[in-house]
């Protein structure tokens, strides 16, 4: 089966149609989905549509868009529902977090000073608890990985990677694994499907991040993980590989990437 690692299925462009959504990935082939939150106030969003959906889990974080409104409570808060939420299965990483130094506001001195403080202390939380992170490293790479040297978690995923090969080396170096989806349907995305092509097969996870970054066959309108198998087949096109080959692989590295999956999936 294949496995999407990033979906906000959450998002207000789903509206009531999130369980639909699910339940027609999973007749596409789609046997488990990664719901990260982004927010304090999302945290049991994302926990109750887990607990709705059969092939759901979540992901507990703050991310970087997030991180301007947040304060030190919601740090706090985000410690004590981790803690409380590693006796649930659907419960399997610390995300989405990161730095984005795309947004101008976010690239302001103190707001990035705010965001590579709040980056550390929930890496701080994923390694003390042991748990893999899903990391937003928008024209910030070389800047996660600083950090996430220093306070190694339980590896995790680079999402949406578009960096250099030497940026994917060190990711792959740190224990990481990194997300590819919609981006590299498009043929003018030179860079992202030089890294899908290249790039050794077992650090590669599949993603839809929907309702963003849909592929090209859908482009503009709404992603959605029912998607995904196309885009794995994208990805074994630009690898020449049958997609059967690309969806047994990437769902081993999913498993490998977040472990806590895989009780899920037995």
């Known amino acids: ?112 000073e705010k965001q590579e403080r709040f980056l550390r202390e929930q890496l701080r939380i994923a390694r003390d608890f042991g ?27 680079a999402h949406a990677f578009n960096g250099s090969h030497q940026q994917a080396g060190a990711f792959i170096d740190a224990g990481f694994h990194l997300g590819f989806g919609g981006a590299m349907t498009f043929t003018r995305a030179l860079q992202i499907r030089r890294l899908a092509a290249d790039l050794p097969l077992d650090a590669i996870v599949l993603e839809t991040d929907a309702p963003d970054i849909a592929p090209a066959w859908v482009h503009p309108g709404r992603n959605s993980p029912e998607q995904l198998p196309a885009i794995g087949a994208a990805l074994a096109g630009l690898r020449t590989l049958a997609p059967d080959a690309v969806r047994a692989a990437t769902h081993a590295n999913a498993l490998a990437a977040i472990p806590r999956l895989a009780p899920l999936l037995a």
């Not at 803690?83 to 995300?95: K, M, Q, T």
């Not at 996660?144 to 339980?154: E, S, Y």
């Open 1 to 112: 089966m294949w496995i999407d690692t990033h979906c906000h299925l959450d998002a207000h462009e789903f509206g009531t149609e999130s369980l639909a959504v699910a339940r027609r990935a999973e007749e596409a082939g789609v046997g488990m989905i990664v719901i990260p939150a982004v927010a304090r106030a999302n945290f049991d969003v994302v926990r109750r549509l887990a607990a709705g959906v059969p092939n759901a889990s979540y992901a507990l974080g703050i991310h970087p868009i997030y991180v301007p409104q947040a304060t030190d409570d919601d740090l706090a808060e985000l410690r004590r529902q981790v803690e409380a939420s590693l006796a649930d299965p659907r419960f399997v990483a610390i995300g989405e977090i990161g730095l984005d130094f795309f947004i101008p506001m976010l690239c302001e001195p103190a707001m990035r």
């Open 131 to 157: 748990l893999p992170v899903l990391a937003h490293v928008r024209r910030s790479q070389d800047q996660v990985l600083k950090h996430v040297r220093q306070i190694p978690p339980a590896g995790g995923i």
